[in-house]
């Protein structure tokens, strides 16, 4: 595969057909969603640009800006409401080259910590940990969505 | 380990230390680093903040622009120098809570195409490809040092 075989927006990019994950909020040419839960990360977001581009680079240079003020923001809400050991943003998109950023929460307890999430685990997590974080989640989302119609509004 | 734990900046952090690589660039409070060639990626390259902060939203928003046009620019020349098949990027920061963008122009014969280069191995990469690589890493570096020098003029 060369770069000028990724697929093209439409149905043909998962991403172009369908939101990706549960939708917590849509704006500004960019959508936050909640990732269907992947191996014991409950609190996995990704912010997806609307438009299909393959690169970080193929935005313009306000369209970055305005893409990681968003990544930011919910890595600012992530912080102030999980207190995360770390927080992970990441760009790959080997398998699905549509611009999505991924925001995960990290914690000392998490079964890969303080290894990347692609990486082999390194423990199984605690059960009562991973519920604990599974009911802070409405409450979460709420919060982003607030936010970033805030931050939208003053954009 | 909680966030609290994180080590502050100074010889405590390695990143504060020391450059933690090849110094390609610097400047802007910021700096290109090429990395040791860690698992068979030689175009891998880390963006580091200078200073000592732990995540990226710790930044005010006009250095997470400046750090991400930093990004989008190393991102650019891989590009076009590299054609590779896609770039990642990422901030984890779990071992060296210290901000730093890795930038890494990944291949479709790469070791560990399209999984992530923290994933187990699918393949071993083709010596000679690998060995291309390396050998247009010199030019790179240079190109790297001039569009810096250029967009930090122009800051």
């Known amino acids: 595969m060369s770069a000028a075989a990724a697929p093209a927006g439409g149905p043909a990019c998962p991403l172009c057909a369908a939101d990706g994950g549960t939708l917590v909020w849509r704006g500004c040419g960019l959508r936050v969603i909640h990732a269907a839960e992947e191996a014991g990360f409950p609190a996995f977001y990704r912010v997806v640009w609307e438009a299909h581009v393959a690169e970080f680079s193929d935005l313009q240079a ?7 003020e968003a990544v930011a923001l919910v890595e600012r809400v992530l912080r102030e409401r999980l207190q995360p050991t770390k927080v992970n943003l990441a760009a790959l998109g080997n398998l699905v080259p549509h611009l999505h950023w991924h925001v995960v929460a990290r914690f000392d307890w998490d079964s890969h910590f303080p290894a ?23 409450a979460l989302h709420q919060a982003l969505r607030e936010r970033l119609a805030q931050w939208a509004q003053a954009a």
């Open 116 to 138: 990347p999430i692609w990486a082999p685990p390194q423990r199984a997590a605690a059960a009562a940990r991973l519920e604990g974080l599974r009911a802070a989640l409405p």
């Open 62 to 68: 306000a369209e970055r800006q305005r893409c990681m």
